[in-house]
């Protein structure tokens, strides 16, 4: 299984981007799939987690209501929009994909935040 991450870059606070995760296996042989974030000397994260079998969506509580994950279905591709940008939003972002009941990484872009 292979992710393919991409979107991050350097953007002011306040300003938006999307991030794009294709995934090398189809869309409904996936459990899960999730964004985490790795801020400098912290800890991974999860930051939001979409659930193929009914389609909720989970959220950190420092997110909520500024990002979005979504996905389409057609292209194994999963999405974060993330708005609203703060600095504390500085990090890697890595996606995550459960294929039955085993956890594969992107390699993680990285998202900067300048204040």
């Known amino acids: 299984v292979q992710l393919q991450a991409s979107g991050g870059g350097l953007v002011q606070a306040g300003g938006s981007l999307r991030l794009s995760c294709a995934a090398s296996?189809?869309?409904?042989?996936?459990?899960?799939m999730a964004w985490y974030r790795q801020a400098p000397g912290k800890q991974r994260e999860l930051v939001a987690v979409?659930?193929?079998?009914?389609?909720?969506?989970h959220y950190t509580d420092s997110v909520k209501g500024r990002f979005t994950i979504s996905r389409d279905a057609a292209k194994n591709t999963v999405y974060l929009q993330m708005n609203s940008l703060k600095p504390e939003d500085t990090a890697v972002y890595y996606c995550?994909?459960?294929?039955?009941?085993?956890?594969?990484w992107g390699k993680g872009t990285l998202v900067t935040v300048s204040s």
């Open positions: 995550n994909v459960d294929h039955y009941g085993h956890q594969y």
């Open positions: 296996i189809r869309y409904i042989d996936v459990s899960s």
């Open positions: 979409l659930i193929r079998s009914d389609g909720t969506t």
